[in-house]
């Protein structure tokens, strides 16, 4: 848990979590509190996208969660099928299906 993904990228706080290096443990945090940006929560959910090796797949629409820490991100079809809703925590970057709650 904890391990990181390279050299470089340990530096911006990427981790693997149980599922190893795409699984849906992955997370990127921010140093000091400071939320994650929309735009780094899409660039992370890409690469999660881009690690599933299954070019179908892209992501979808990104909304924040009313009163809560995490974004909720569609990953869809490349035709606009959904396939799964995202979890997104702000903080700490950790990803997980909606679905599994």
Known sequence: ??????????????????????????????????????????????????GTNNPNLKVGKITKAPGKDYYVAEITTKEGSLVDKIDVNEYTGWLRSAYTQ
């Open 1 to 50: 848990m904890g391990s990181g993904m390279g050299s470089g990228m340990m530096q911006h706080g990427y981790g693997m979590g149980m599922q190893g290096r795409y699984g849906m443990g992955m997370r990127y945090g921010q140093q000091g509190g400071k939320p994650l940006s929309e735009a780094q929560i899409k660039t992370l959910l890409q690469n999660y996208v881009a």
